[in-house]
């Protein structure tokens, strides 16, 4: 069902607007209002989901360690894996980021022999970066559509993914990679019925979502039907880019399609599980030093507790114990 | 706010690096560049329009047809003959005699370097 319902979602966000921006003309409701819109839902929900995040108080410290603890000068510890300095946990947050360092831990857990057996599970690492890091370069190339010279960076990357020089247009080698690891992590949902118990539309949505910019994209580059012309598209991007829009004569409907999927991919963002892309710079399983035994760390949002000590009551009632005759610790 | 003095220039990065597209056009308006078209022609090896977005798919198969199977002859929808040539047809003195304000131009605005010239001869201008 959830995947069903994605799908169609997807499918029906298109036919909308192959309605809408091809056969009602309404381009530039498409090409400037809801590119706009998007992007300020994105911009405002990113900083509210951030800022919301930051009010929330971390009481106690936990990261999960994977490693030796800091403890007695001769037993050698994690630095890394269990950190405890500054650097060490930056290090540690910028092999999650950059690396997804404990997605490569994955095991998987199978019943061999009637015994319960883990073994190393990759796969899920695999694709996952490279869906990641092709994404990002895809990303990044579009650059060129709003920047104008386009930067150098843009124009290195550009020739480096086409540097196979296969076909005219060449073909990157992120699109075939982007839309190989999409569909794995799309089958890996569906193929394992553990997996698929626990999939949501929030978990497929995102994928079709992002597979039908892609293919909306490669359809647009590589098969002449859907080719648009790109000077055209540029000065559209330009005019969003430089805040004096203008829809150009003449522009395919299906880069309409992928604009539109691309606009509800960043309004969708702030409210979705993608919002991991900030929210692991917050994860306190990642960013705490793991140094409860070197420091002491007192719950932010204790409330002040009055406390009344020993010494306090002795003071009260020294002179009536005196009298008493009961012992103090410190005489009048 | 609990870490506000990480979290907050942590996320004016992350705004800064988002917006770079509107930031780094701020003041600057974009002139679509000035294609030079061809005097002595009207019209194109296909329709214009087409031509637009699909020449790079043509001039592959014109690539394959002369490579691969000696054919050189190309006929139009409109029944005229071309020959199946980078230089002599779409480069010729006739039509886009002058890359750098034709192909140049448009390519250079979207950042797409063919690596044809790198075997096939640009003819000169101005000189005969
Ligand atoms: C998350 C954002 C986006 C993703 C993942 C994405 C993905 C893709 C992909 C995979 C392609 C195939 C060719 C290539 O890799 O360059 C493509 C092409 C294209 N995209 Fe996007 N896109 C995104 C946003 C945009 C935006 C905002 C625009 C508006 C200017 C745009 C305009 C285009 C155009 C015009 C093409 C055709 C390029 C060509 O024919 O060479 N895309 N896109």
């Known amino acids: 069902m959830a995947v069903w319902y994605s799908l169609l979602l997807v499918l029906g966000m298109s036919l909308f607007v192959y309605l809408g921006a091809g056969l009602l003309g309404l381009q530039a409701i498409f090409g400037i209002v809801v590119p706009y819109a998007a992007i300020l839902v994105f911009l405002i929900g990113f900083s509210m989901r951030i800022l919301g995040w930051a009010r929330s108080p971390v009481p106690f410290r936990i990261p999960t360690t994977a490693g030796q603890q800091k403890s007695l000068g001769w037993i050698k510890p994690s630095?890394?894996?269990?950190?405890?300095?500054t650097w060490g946990v930056v290090g540690r947050m910028a092999m999650e980021v950059l690396l997804f360092r404990s997605l490569f831990r994955n095991t998987k857990a199978e019943l061999t022999e009637g015994k319960l057996a883990y073994g190393s599970s990759k796969w899920l690492w695999?694709?996952?970066?490279?869906?990641h890091y092709t994404f990002l370069t895809i990303v990044i190339r579009h650059l060129r559509f709003f920047t104008e010279p386009v930067p150098f960076f843009v124009q290195a990357l550009d020739r480096v993914d086409g540097m196979l020089q296969i076909g005219s247009p060449v073909i990157y080698q992120t699109d075939v990679i982007l839309v190989a690891a999409l569909l794995f992590l799309l089958i890996r949902r569906l193929v394992n019925p553990q997996m698929r118990y626990l999939s949501l539309p929030a978990d497929y949505f995102p994928l079709f979502l992002i597979?039908?910019?892609?293919?909306?994209g490669i359809m647009m580059r590589y098969f002449a039907v859907f080719k648009v012309d790109l000077l055209s598209v540029k000065v559209l991007a330009m005019g969003l880019a430089t805040f004096n829009p203008?829809?150009?004569?003449?522009?395919?409907v299906m880069f309409y399609i992928h604009l539109f999927l691309f606009s509800a991919l960043l309004a969708y963002f702030p409210f979705s599980k993608l919002m991991?892309?900030?929210?692991v710079f917050l994860s306190p399983t990642r960013n705490l030093p793991n140094d409860s035994r070197m420091a002491r760390h007192v719950n932010p949002w204790n409330a002040p507790v009055k406390v009344h000590t020993y010494e306090h009551y002795e003071d009260d009632f020294r002179e009536k114990m005196i009298e008493a005759d009961l012992p103090v610790e410190k005489q009048a | 706010m609990y870490n506000a003095g990480k979290i907050i220039p942590g996320l004016l990065i992350f705004l800064g690096l988002v917006t770079f597209p509107f930031w780094s056009n701020l003041g600057r308006a974009y002139d679509v560049p000035e294609l030079v078209m061809p005097e002595a022609e009207e019209e194109?090896?296909?329709?214009?329009?087409?031509?637009?977005?699909?020449h790079m798919i043509l001039l592959d198969d014109w690539r394959d047809l002369a490579v691969r199977d000696n054919k050189r002859l190309f006929t139009n929808d409109a029944g005229k003959r071309f020959d199946m040539s980078l230089t002599k047809t779409c480069l010729s003195s006739q039509c886009h005699a002058n890359k750098d304000t034709f192909c140049d131009r448009c390519h250079d605005a979207l950042a797409i370097t063919p690596n044809c010239w790198d075997c096939h001869v640009v003819p000169t201008i101005g000189e005969e």
């Open chain 1, 276 to 279: 991991h892309l900030g929210g």
């Open chain 1, 211 to 216: 597979l039908g910019i892609a293919l909306t």
């Open chain 1, 246 to 252: 203008t829809i150009p004569e003449g522009i395919g």
């Open chain 1, 79 to 85: 630095k890394v894996d269990s950190p405890y300095t």
């Open chain 2, 44 to 54: 194109c090896v296909l329709a214009g329009d087409w031509m637009r977005a699909n």
């Open chain 1, 126 to 131: 695999l694709f996952g970066i490279l869906f």
